[in-house]
């Protein structure tokens, strides 16, 4: 097969287009080899020149999402502390401004939407929750039941944001966001994890109005 120029976009970068601009339009579960060799004007040899079938594909093009720094860097920064809600606002107004980036969140957005799949989405999620535990420097395989909840709750939640990310991440809606109590909200639920290292007790009644036996 001949080199692309440096101009051009090679094989696979066009059948990953081929990909995102077909899971906007259809299930994940109704693409086939087809849609997207007529999608990206190649071949069914090219196609199997570097993918065997269409889950070999998806994982290519998601991969290459988890691969870019900024996309990482935002997700890590939802939880990060930085002490000054500024710096938070500059930096996600700074993110959703890159055409780059934004084309990451819609992709992001069609993974967790409902052209997706449960594998998908159950892969993204493991994803962000990787990028949390990582940055506090945790190990999945050492979390206690408390913290799987936690972190469960906490990725389901950010999953369904993702979902609705091409309506919701806007200037608009990243300014009103970054001055309320949603950032300190979710740094403070992620950040808990470091705290927890106990299992789950069942919950006590902490009221003072109990009850008394007023028998002699």
């Known amino acids: 097969m001949a080199r692309p120029k440096a101009t051009e976009r090679s094989a696979p970068e066009r059948m990953q287009e081929a990909f995102w601009t077909l899971l906007e339009k259809k299930p994940y579960a109704q693409i086939t080899i087809s849609d997207i060799t007529r999608e990206s004007g190649l071949n069914r040899s090219a196609f199997y020149y570097h993918y065997a079938n269409i889950p070999e594909l998806a994982d290519d093009a998601i991969a290459a999402i988890y691969g870019e720094p900024g996309v ?4 890590a920064h939802i939880i990060r502390q930085d002490g000054d809600i500024g710096m938070l606002r ?3 107004l700074e993110f959703v401004g890159s055409p780059e980036h934004l084309a990451s969140i819609r992709h992001l957005s069609l993974i967790a939407g ?9 892969q993204l999620k493991t994803y962000v929750g990787g990028v949390w535990l990582s940055v506090l420097g945790l190990d999945e395989s050492q979390l206690s039941s408390g913290q799987r909840i936690v972190l469960e709750f906490a990725t389901s939640g950010i999953l369904g944001v993702l979902g609705k990310a091409r309506t919701l991440f806007t200037p608009e809606s990243v ?17 808990s994890l470091k ?11 902490t009221d003072t109005a ?3 036996d007023e028998r002699p």
């Open 90 to 92: 500059d930096y996600a």
């Open 195 to 205: 705290g927890d290292d106990s299992p789950v007790t069942p919950h006590r009644r």
């Open 114 to 122: 409902p052209h997706g799949s449960t594998g998908l989405a159950a």
């Open 210 to 212: 109990a009850p008394t």
């Open 72 to 75: 990482t860097g935002f997700i």
């Open 175 to 191: 300014e009103w966001l970054a001055n309320s109590a949603l950032p300190d909200t979710i740094a403070q639920l992620i950040n």
